[in-house]
């Protein structure tokens, strides 16, 4: 089946800094979503992409579709505190389904 | 807002017992999920439900099974639990009527201990 793979699978980000998280498949995604999960907490839908070449942005967070729809990429700046957690990127499946990447933990090094 | 409720947090139950997980949402969504999280492995989806009494096996159903007799509710079953099902269990549910818009809504989620 559709499988998503997400890089890298741990961060250790300083406070201050910029990171990037990755999410590719081998198949190209009709959309992809992304979920942030607290330490502690439940998967929370942060934003979906449907375009290709998408790019959406929140606040410090900026998401991108790749032009060929089988890569994505979190870019979040001036890392905070309150950033620390797992980001899980999700690709569609048929039947309302979705398949989700293994998740990226990140640790915020104030 | 959207409310998906789990009937516990945290359960702890013997080798062999039956377990019953509970999961109810309060925004009429038909698609509901239950998922296994564990170390490492991310979202493991386990059953899927796109309608009352409709069920569908997800990447890992075996050693479960799910009941749906009402649109809101939406149960995992272990008939007879094992230590290697000690694990988080996630529900979710989302509504297809949204087009691309298929985000899941997820429960706090069940701590399961299998002893």
């Known amino acids: 089946g559709q499988q998503v793979m997400q890089i890298p699978q741990y961060q250790h980000v300083q406070e201050g800094e910029d990171f990037t998280t990755y999410c590719n498949s081998s198949?190209?995604?009709?959309?992809i979503q992304w979920y942030k999960q607290r330490p502690g907490g439940h998967p929370v839908f942060l934003i979906q992409l449907v375009k290709s070449g998408e790019v959406k942005k929140q606040k410090r967070l900026t998401f991108q579709f790749g032009e060929a729809k089988k890569n994505s990429s979190l870019h979040i700046t001036a890392t905070q505190t309150t950033d620390v957690g797992t980001y899980f990127c999700a690709g569609q499946r048929g039947n309302n389904r979705l398949a989700f990447g293994k998740g990226n933990q990140v640790v915020v090094i104030p | 807002d959207v409310k998906v409720t789990q009937s516990s947090r945290y359960l702890v139950k013997r080798t062999g017992e039956k377990v019953f997980l509970e999961c109810v949402q309060d925004?009429?969504?038909?698609?509901m999920f239950w998922y296994r999280q564990d170390p490492g492995l991310g979202l493991r989806l386990i059953y899927f439900s796109y309608d009352v009494k409709m069920k569908e096996k997800g990447d890992i159903p075996e050693g479960y099974s799910v009941s749906r007799e009402k649109k809101e509710r939406f149960s995992l079953i272990l008939e007879s639990a094992s230590t290697n099902q000690t694990s988080m269990y996630l529900c979710?549910?989302?509504?297809?009527?949204?087009?691309?818009?298929?985000?899941?809504?997820f429960g706090p989620g069940t701590r399961l201990t299998v002893l």
């Open positions: 925004m009429d969504h038909e698609n």
């Open positions: 979710a549910s989302s509504d297809p009527g949204q087009g691309y818009g298929n985000e899941q809504f």
């Open positions: 198949t190209t995604l009709s959309n």
